[in-house]
């Protein structure tokens, strides 16, 4: 099934970078604000959702004359406009979701978002938030990295302690070790490659992924 892509409200620190995470079979979905994302970067979204108060008329305009889809909920909810449209996604069926515009800004809302992620049923999903720059997701058994030498790779535990924790392929290897969420093992280590896998026994590890070279994102449109 196709991947979808979603655009939250938040930054953007490369658009080029962002640009090259697009493939052609992507569905595009914008939660609210992030509408002005996918137009900066000539994307219509198939999907607009959220209470819209941060969409301008002018963007809305253009959305609903491509034909776009447009869910609107009440300003006031429970949920944010980023999860609205990630349940979306998930209830369409879609089992690899990338996030992007989710991080950076607001540390109340990158906080929130990531936490998203850790949703019991979304635990047998592939989603993760890219900004081109920075990317983040949840190991829970093993995970692999795709970037280039030099790139930084940070593991850290979240909600209790990872066990077992081996690596492959970055510059301080880790074999069957336990990271403690008090403690900074995890933190800045290094893509000796183009590739690493991380593996964990028990807990779960949020993968931090920092490119050196965003200009080195292979594929997209």
Same mark, same amino acid.
């Given at each position: 099934?196709?991947?979808?892509?979603?655009?939250?409200? $938040?930054?953007?620190?490369?658009? *080029? @970078?962002?640009?090259?995470?697009?493939?052609?079979?992507?569905?595009?979905?914008?939660?609210? =604000? =992030?509408?002005?994302?996918?137009? @900066?970067? =000539?994307?219509?979204?198939?999907? /607009?959702?959220?209470?819209?108060?941060?969409?301008?008329?002018?963007?809305?305009?253009?959305?609903?004359?491509?034909?776009?889809?447009? %869910?609107?909920?009440?300003?006031?909810?429970? *949920?944010?406009?980023?999860?609205?449209?990630?349940?979306?996604?998930?209830?369409?069926?879609?089992? *690899? &979701?990338?996030?992007?515009?989710?991080?950076? $800004? %607001?540390?109340?809302?990158?906080?929130?978002?990531?936490?998203?992620?850790?949703?019991?049923?979304?635990?047998?999903?592939?989603?993760?938030?890219?900004?081109?720059?920075?990317?983040?997701?949840?190991?829970? +058994? !093993?995970?692999?990295?795709?970037?280039? @030498?030099?790139?930084?790779?940070?593991?850290?535990?979240?909600? =209790?302690?990872? @066990?077992?924790?081996?690596? *492959?392929?970055? %510059?301080?290897? /880790?074999?069957?070790?336990?990271?403690?969420?008090? !403690?900074? !093992?995890?933190?800045?280590?290094?893509?000796?490659?183009?590739?690493? +896998?991380?593996?964990?026994? +028990?807990? %779960?590890?949020?993968?931090?992924?920092? !490119? +050196?070279?965003?200009?080195? &994102?292979?594929?997209?449109?």
């Amino acid at each position: 099934m196709p991947r979808a892509v979603i655009f939250a409200n $938040g930054i953007l620190p490369d658009l *080029e @970078a962002v640009h090259r995470l697009i493939d052609p079979g992507d569905t595009l979905i914008a939660a609210d =604000g =992030g509408t002005h994302h996918a137009l @900066a970067l =000539g994307f219509i979204p198939a999907v /607009l959702i959220g209470d819209l108060d941060s969409l301008t008329a002018a963007d809305r305009r253009q959305v609903e004359a491509a034909g776009a889809v447009i %869910r609107q909920h009440p300003r006031d909810k429970d *949920e944010t406009d980023l999860e609205l449209a990630l349940q979306y996604a998930v209830k369409a069926g879609f089992r *690899e &979701i990338v996030v992007t515009a989710a991080l950076g $800004g %607001r540390l109340d809302q990158t906080l929130g978002n990531l936490f998203l992620l850790t949703r019991p049923e979304y635990a047998a999903l592939d989603i993760r938030m890219d900004d081109g720059v920075e990317a983040g997701w949840f190991v829970y +058994s !093993r995970s692999e990295v795709h970037g280039q @030498a030099g790139d930084l790779i940070s593991l850290i535990p979240w909600n =209790g302690e990872a @066990a077992g924790v081996t690596t *492959e392929g970055l %510059r301080w290897p /880790l074999m069957d070790e336990t990271l403690y969420p008090d !403690r900074t !093992r995890g933190i800045s280590n290094e893509l000796l490659g183009e590739a690493a +896998s991380v593996a964990l026994k +028990s807990g %779960r590890l949020l993968l931090v992924h920092r !490119r +050196s070279q965003p200009s080195q &994102i292979p594929g997209g449109s």
